[in-house]
């Protein structure tokens, strides 16, 4: 398995990407919709605690990854939305192809810390943690682009223009998991007990989504110790804001003047150019 995310990932990053994205975009339909993000952002989560809303049934990696497949899967995959429309995963900036979608975003330091951990699990990269920000920055270290450039395609797509994109930040999805997730049921236009959303947030939180991945290893198993290596893991703790703790300053200012603005518009950090106004004394 590892050779062939080894081959997958290379080719993904070639001159083969494009007849690749055209032919796993064949066979949509008008009612899919697309559970959007760049990697790590938490879609492996979110897309756990969806299946157990629409089919009602325990979430599994094998049944998540079929009825909510990656995009050039959707052949298989089940028709769990009203008008026959089907959820797919994409980790792709926005296409036209995309008619209408749920957009996760993660503060973009997290995503780096989070990213090189997995591809370095991997053994796709073998390089320092900040030359790996050098690429993240510059679009190069994922076959996706950069952070920044992927969450301006999303937020500044037609899709967003219309209606038709949900942004939902990560650290909303952490900390307010039931609202949130009430508010995607009611985009995807299905009605669902507020017992069942309970359920599928107690059945996916991360000490269970741990012992699914035992069951399913995703990336890295030992069979001397019969166990997953801790750094080969693909269910991470999932931190909102923990690069405050990793980063050291000079990565932190690093990535600050490099993605400010779209942490600043995302919601991630507040705005320096915006002047605080103080109430005016009266005479």
């Known amino acids: ?60 990696f094998d049944d998540v990854n079929r009825d909510i497949p990656d995009v050039g899967g959707q052949r298989d995959a089940a028709a769990l939305l009203p008008n026959q429309g089907r959820l797919i995963k994409t980790e792709e900036p926005f296409r036209p192809d995309y008619r209408r979608a ?7 330091r ?61 650290p909303e999805l952490r900390q307010k998991s039931e609202a949130t997730l009430t508010r995607i049921a009611e985009f995807l236009k299905v009605r669902v007990p507020a017992q069942v959303i309970q359920n599928a947030i107690q059945n996916n939180n991360l000490h269970n989504m741990r012992k699914k991945e035992d069951r399913a290893p995703q990336i ?3 069979p001397r110790t019969r ?5 080969k893991r693909f269910v991470r703790s999932g931190a909102v804001g923990g690069w405050r703790e990793r980063l050291t ?14 942490l600043v518009r995302l919601g991630f950090e507040e705005d320096p150019s915006a002047v605080p106004t103080s109430a005016a004394s009266a005479d």
């Not at 967003?160 to 990560?170: K, Q």
């Open 249 to 262: 300053p000079a990565q932190a200012e690093y990535l600050q003047r490099n993605t400010g603005k779209m």
């Open 102 to 108: 749920i957009y996760l975003v993660r503060d973009g």
């Open 220 to 222: 890295g198993y030992d």
């Open 110 to 170: 997290d995503v780096a810390l989070s990213e090189y951990a997995y591809e370095k699990a991997q053994g796709w990269i073998d390089c320092s943690f900040d030359d790996y920000l050098k690429m993240f920055v510059n679009g190069n270290a994922s076959p996706y682009g950069s952070w920044e450039e992927h969450a301006r395609s999303w937020i500044e797509s037609p899709l967003n223009a219309r209606g038709d994109l949900m942004l939902v930040s990560y």
């Open 1 to 60: 398995m590892s050779v062939l995310r080894q081959v997958r990932y290379s080719a993904a990053k070639s001159g083969l990407r494009v007849p690749i994205i055209w032919m796993r975009h064949r066979g949509l339909n008008r009612n899919d919709v697309f559970v959007a993000h760049y990697p790590r952002s938490g879609s492996t989560w979110l897309r756990f605690m969806l299946f157990e809303i629409l089919t009602r049934k325990d979430a599994e």
């Open 227 to 231: 166990s997953i290596p801790e750094e």
